[in-house]
């Protein structure tokens, strides 16, 4: 499935007769699978039913999740947002396919997202939900999920469509694809009242935020996440366990590009971030648990292992050992021995 294109977790189940018996083995070049035929383009006819929603809209929003990143689709995503000056909230898998410095990026959405976020979509007319796929964590209560909006959804797998929220338009295939599609037959517009109702509830909330707080000479997880972000310049690739911390750092690390943050989405198992610092020296694995590619990369990009204060301990000797010589390992202790102080500062 991977050769075909799909990046999801792929079960193996290798039957007794293939563990007992032998053959010679060829690698196909091309792989073809009978019973997975994804479709990759949505129909004009839907398309079309899509550009009228997106025409009678006020009040937009764009719900980016990790399909944006798998389909390469961040070129096209910024051109839509752009084109029709829709807002864009990230799911927690999303996070970097939209710049978070954006005007137009409302950062995450749902649970541990901001609430001037939730509350665009809960007072948006039209959801266009790109790659993502509505989940408990995003939607809270669907019985009063996003009530007044329409809904168009694009994604490739279609049992997503309709699983937890009904749409009004299913626009099934590659997202980048779809979107090479729809760019052309949407107009452009500008919605600046709906921008500022926005802008009204991110002020109101960045009046309250910990970000805006005075240095009282406490140490706070998000400044010193922000701290981290500033000194990275933005450029680390981030890898986290499941958490508290994790959500921290979804919150205060601000992405500005894909494949920089490494976290378990929906199979959030503690124990995940032991694994993707732990590649072999300055080699990285991106995406989630079923997303994870290996490469070169630069030796200016240090990686941050965000994993709590006292979460190593936890961690086997086999990962211990396992870490690379330079980066990750590094941050991560130092992060660590920084959130314990600051702990017992606090104690
Ligand atoms: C294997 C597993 N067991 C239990 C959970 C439920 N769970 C999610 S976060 C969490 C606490 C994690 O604590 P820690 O690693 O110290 O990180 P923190 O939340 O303090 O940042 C637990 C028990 C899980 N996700 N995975």
Same mark, same amino acid.
């Given at each position: 499935?991977?050769?075909?294109?799909?990046?999801?977790?792929?079960?193996?189940?290798?039957?007794?007769?293939?563990?007992?018996?032998?053959?010679?083995?060829?690698?196909?070049?091309?792989?073809?699978?009978?019973?997975?035929?994804?479709?990759?383009?949505?129909?004009?006819?839907?398309?079309?039913?899509?550009?009228?929603?997106?025409?009678?809209?006020?009040?937009?929003?764009?719900?980016?999740?990790?399909?944006?990143?798998?389909?390469?689709?961040?070129?096209?995503?910024?051109?839509?947002?752009?084109?029709?000056?829709?807002?864009?909230?990230?799911?927690?898998?999303?996070?970097?396919?939209?710049?978070?410095?954006?005007?137009?990026?409302?950062?995450?959405?749902?649970?541990?997202?901001?609430?001037?976020?939730?509350?665009?979509?809960?007072?948006?007319?039209?959801?266009?939900?790109?790659?993502?796929?509505? &989940?408990?964590?995003?939607? /809270?209560? *669907? @019985? %009063?999920?996003?009530?007044?909006?329409?809904?168009?959804?694009? =994604?490739? !797998?279609?049992?997503?469509?309709?699983?937890?929220?009904?749409? &009004?338009?299913?626009?099934? /295939?590659? *997202? @980048? %694809?779809?979107?090479?599609?729809?760019?052309?037959?949407?107009? =452009?517009? !500008?919605?600046?009242?709906?921008?500022?109702?926005?802008?009204?509830?991110?002020?109101?909330?960045?009046?309250?935020?910990?970000?805006?707080?005075?240095?009282?000479?406490?140490?706070?997880?998000?400044?010193?996440?922000?701290?981290?972000?500033?000194?990275?310049?933005?450029?680390?690739?981030?890898?986290?366990?499941?958490?508290?911390?994790?959500?921290?750092?979804?919150?205060?690390?601000?992405?500005?590009?894909?494949?920089?943050?490494?976290?378990?989405?929906?199979?959030?198992?503690?124990?995940?971030?032991?694994?993707?610092?732990?590649?072999?020296?300055?080699?990285?694995?991106?995406?989630?648990?079923?997303?994870?590619?290996?490469?070169?990369?630069?030796?200016?990009?240090?990686?941050?292992?965000?994993?709590?204060?006292?979460?190593?301990?936890?961690?086997?000797?086999?990962?211990?050992?396992?870490?690379?010589?330079?980066?990750?390992?590094?941050?991560?202790?130092?992060?660590?021995?920084?959130?314990?102080?600051?702990?017992?500062?606090?104690?």
């Amino acid at each position: 499935m991977r050769a075909a294109g799909d990046r999801v977790p792929v079960l193996i189940d290798i039957c007794k007769n293939a563990q007992v018996e032998s053959c010679e083995f060829v690698y196909p070049e091309e792989v073809k699978l009978p019973g997975y035929q994804p479709v990759t383009r949505s129909p004009r006819a839907l398309l079309d039913q899509a550009v009228g929603l997106i025409e009678r809209a006020k009040k937009p929003i764009i719900l980016c999740g990790h399909g944006v990143i798998m389909s390469k689709a961040e070129e096209e995503l910024m051109q839509f947002a752009v084109k029709t000056q829709t807002p864009v909230a990230s799911t927690p898998l999303g996070l970097g396919a939209f710049p978070a410095s954006h005007p137009l990026s409302l950062g995450m959405m749902g649970m541990h997202g901001e609430a001037y976020t939730n509350m665009a979509i809960q007072n948006s007319d039209l959801i266009l939900a790109f790659g993502m796929r509505f &989940d408990d964590r995003v939607t /809270g209560t *669907l @019985k %009063t999920y996003a009530p007044k909006a329409k809904k168009i959804h694009i =994604e490739i !797998d279609s049992s997503e469509i309709h699983k937890n929220v009904f749409v &009004d338009v299913p626009l099934v /295939g590659d *997202l @980048k %694809t779809v979107l090479t599609d729809l760019i052309p037959l949407v107009d =452009e517009y !500008d919605h600046d009242e709906w921008l500022e109702e926005i802008q009204g509830w991110k002020n109101e909330a960045d009046s309250r935020s910990i970000m805006n707080w005075e240095d009282d000479g406490k140490l706070y997880v998000a400044h010193l996440v922000a701290d981290i972000w500033k000194a990275t310049g933005g450029n680390a690739i981030v890898t986290t366990d499941v958490g508290q911390h994790q959500m921290w750092a979804a919150q205060y690390y601000q992405l500005e590009k894909p494949n920089r943050w490494i976290t378990s989405g929906g199979a959030g198992t503690m124990g995940f971030g032991s694994p993707p610092p732990s590649a072999r020296g300055s080699r990285r694995k991106t995406g989630d648990l079923g997303n994870r590619r290996r490469r070169r990369i630069p030796n200016d990009r240090r990686r941050v292992d965000d994993c709590r204060a006292g979460g190593r301990e936890r961690q086997s000797r086999h990962h211990e050992q396992q870490f690379p010589r330079h980066g990750a390992a590094m941050a991560g202790v130092l992060l660590r021995e920084t959130l314990l102080r600051g702990q017992h500062a606090h104690a």
